[in-house]
């Protein structure tokens, strides 16, 4: 057990420190990063869809155009550069390998390869667009993430007794909910107090951020949870040592990703 525990806090710690590095050196790391990322969810996305049944898409065809519409975005947001174009191509494409590819259920595999980019890219697209808007808005969102993460856990292996969504994920507790819940304000209020903030956001603006990520990120975070309860798997891949998955450790980021974006762009500013 003790040996289990070192390897995820090792692992942790050098996914932290690649995280915080890439955030702090945009564009060139930050969009390398998560170049990486669009492309190893969008991998392990596809090889679940696999454990459907009926489905049989081109899983490469569906990836490139997940990548594409992610640097599609990355150019626009950092070079100004439209090459949109390029996605609508492959979408395009999508539909026309069907036409070819002679398989049982067309409309599911189209409907799989594009929930993929919606799922997985735009999230990442979404990061992007905070990250050029200012990088203190992606750290926050990531600390108050962790910072909700391991709050939950700690309340809920300490006081949790009351069950909060057992159907989907029957370790949630209501006390690890309200535990994450305070982590998650903590974080708000230490950056709304003692972060040099040239994001000019004052303290109830910060805090109301922290609420709007750890909502819908847990919400992410039980969406995951439905998926492989559904697929019955226990994590969506083996990449990280004692972690799982790329979609394990982003699962949180993918459904707030897109909202908190909305929240900076149509709210705050």
């Not at 991998?43 to 454990?51: I, N, Q, V």
């Not at 395009?92 to 049982?104: D, N, Q, S, W």
Request: charged residues 15%.
């Amino acid at each position: 057990m003790f040996k289990n525990l070192l390897i995820r806090a090792l692992s942790g710690a050098v996914f932290i420190t690649l995280m915080i590095a890439a955030i702090l050196v945009p564009p060139y790391c930050f969009g390398g990063l998560f170049l990486v990322v669009t492309l190893l969810g969008l991998r392990e996305f596809y090889s679940l869809a696999d454990k459907m049944g009926s489905v049989d898409l081109d899983k490469w065809l569906a990836i490139v155009g997940g990548l594409v519409l992610y640097v599609s975005v990355f150019v626009d947001c950092f070079y100004s550069m439209n090459i949109y174009g390029l996605y609508v191509l492959c979408v395009v494409a999508i539909f026309i390998m069907e036409l070819f590819r002679k398989r049982i259920n067309p409309i599911k595999n189209i409907a799989i390869s594009l929930m993929g980019h919606f799922y997985i890219a735009l999230p990442m697209c979404a990061m992007t667009m905070i990250e050029r808007e200012h990088p203190i808005f992606v750290m926050a969102f990531f600390f108050m993430i962790w910072a909700s993460d391991t709050g939950a856990y700690l309340t809920g292996m300490c006081f949790g007794k009351h069950k909060m969504f057992e159907r989907v994920s029957p370790k949630k507790t209501w006390e690890g909910l309200f535990g994450g819940f305070v982590f998650a304000l903590l974080v708000g209020f230490i950056f709304g107090q003692f972060v040099d903030d040239s994001a000019s956001l004052d303290l109830f603006q910060w805090l109301a951020f922290s609420v709007v990520v750890f909502v819908f990120g847990t919400l992410g975070d039980l969406i995951e949870s439905l998926f492989k309860r559904t697929l019955n798997v226990k994590d969506s891949g083996a990449i990280m040592p004692g972690h799982g998955g790329v979609l394990d450790r982003f699962d949180s980021a993918l459904l707030a990703a897109p909202v908190v974006s909305v929240f900076i762009y149509y709210i705050l500013k």
